[in-house]
């Protein structure tokens, strides 16, 4: 086998894997994605091998192998700085849990173990001479550009619900159409993604919406079968409304990041700041992800209040809204200020909000996407630790005790800097602190 798309150095790693196996009397083959992505075109980030051999068998030929999956098959063989999966041929049965098999039987025919797994075009292995073993069809679906299951498709999709949500990735990340029976199954068997952890449809969707080239794709086929509505995890969005969505995501794919792309999404969605929180929570998204996606539509809340606050046809409008946009900033951060300009700027002109105009401005949220940039860059310090003052050195200029005032004073300190009206400069803040200590504010 001649590797065009895969690391050099992997290749040849796991060649010698399937040399070792092929000389101890096995059969051994490249197998599944590898093959898939090679005849593709793509890039090959792992690769799998399928062997006759049983997993006692590759222990005693591999000297460093970690026995990862022994009930499933499975022994990873560290060699030349590469893991490679080598799995037993199989067969499977018994799919209680719509998941996992309960029955696995070791079987000697390739073709057998070709015949278990989810889509023709993951059912195809090779060996070293580089002839392709595929009885599936899958490399005459990879030329039409189709997502197929092997064998029943509903069958495959009772034995793992999760593979219904793989079906759609497929289908999204390779632009390959999802062949009619296929599709059939996939609506019939539905509800069992309702077997599956909340943990794995996630990773799923990642895959699909930050992952893939072809989001929108994605969104789309979830609509069509409103899949997502049957999962764990609290969906509560019909199909229509998946599909208005997906509409008002046109630029999604331009998005290099992951939180941006999910901000966008819930923001098409419809939902607030605090609704998103508590959906990223249930789909068990990490702190970090979850924090950095709801700070973004935070920002877009205090951006529209903004907007909606300037005075209809009066003066100063401007300075209003750069005031109230400065505030924002220093709440949320420049890095969720930011990400939120770059949602309006691929949002469609139709789904942006009406707001007032002053007198001294046209102001719309695409006009001042530019001047709020303009405005971070202006901002002479954006957070509270750039303060040229201390709360303790506060406390003591006052002779007071630390109290909620404190947190208020500094606030105020913050937000008249950044915006302008006081220089960060120790004594012009304690002078200023002083003023306001005495007006009681």
């Known amino acids: 086998m001649k590797w065009k798309m895969a690391p050099s150095a992997m290749a040849l790693a796991a060649e010698n894997v399937i040399s070792e196996l092929t000389q101890n009397g096995h059969e051994a083959f490249w197998v599944g994605g590898c093959i898939r992505d090679e005849l593709l075109g793509r890039p090959v980030h792992d690769m799998d091998i399928t062997t006759s051999a049983v997993p006692e068998e590759v222990i005693a030929i591999f000297a460093r192998s970690i026995p990862t999956g022994l009930a499933h098959g499975t022994v990873t063989v560290l060699q030349d700085g590469h893991g490679f999966e080598v799995t037993t041929y199989r067969t499977e049965s018994g799919y209680v849990d719509h998941r996992r098999p309960d029955h696995v039987e070791f079987v000697s025919d390739v073709k057998e173990d070709l015949r278990r797994r989810d889509f023709t075009i993951n059912a195809i292995c090779c060996g070293l001479g580089g002839d392709l073993i595929d009885p599936f069809g899958g490399e005459k679906d990879l030329a039409l550009r189709v997502i197929r299951c092997v064998g029943d498709a509903e069958e495959r999709f009772d034995e793992d619900a999760l593979r219904m949500l793989r079906c759609v990735r497929f ?58 509505a049957r999962g764990k995890a609290p969906f509560p969005w019909t199909g229509t409304d998946l599909a208005a969505a997906a509409a008002l995501t046109a630029g999604i794919g331009e998005l290099e990041s ?78 969720a200020a930011e ?103």
């Open 171 to 228: 289908a999204s990340v390779l632009d390959f159409s999802i062949a009619k029976n296929t599709w059939r199954g996939l609506l019939r068997q539905r509800d069992k993604l309702a077997h599956i952890a909340v943990e794995r449809v996630r990773a799923e969707l990642d895959r699909i919406i930050v992952e893939g080239p072809h989001p929108r794709r994605g969104l789309a086929m979830l609509a069509r079968c409103e899949l997502l």
């Open 258 to 335: 992951a939180r941006l792309r999910w901000a966008l999404l819930l923001h098409a969605l419809k939902q607030s700041a605090q609704e998103a929180d508590e959906l990223l929570r249930a789909w068990t998204f990490s702190g970090m992800t979850r924090t950095s996606v709801v700070q973004v539509l935070r920002v877009r809340e205090a951006w529209t209040a903004a907007l909606e606050a300037v005075p209809p046809g009066g003066p100063g409008g401007t300075d209003l809204l750069r005031r109230r946009w400065i505030a924002a900033v220093l709440t949320f951060g420049v890095e």
């Open 339 to 441: 990400g939120w300009l770059s949602l309006l700027a691929i949002l469609p002109a139709a789904a942006l909000p009406a707001v007032n105009s002053p007198a001294d401005t046209e102001i719309s949220p695409a006009v001042t996407t530019a001047p709020a940039r303009e405005w971070i860059a202006q901002m002479p310090l954006k957070s509270l630790s750039e303060l040229a003052v201390t709360g303790n050195e506060l406390a003591e200029a006052l002779e007071k005790r630390p109290g909620p005032w404190l947190g208020n004073m500094l606030s105020a300190l913050l937000q008249a800097t950044a915006s302008g009206d006081l220089l960060n400069n120790k004594q012009e803040l304690l002078l200023e602190a002083k003023r306001m200590d005495g007006h009681e504010l």
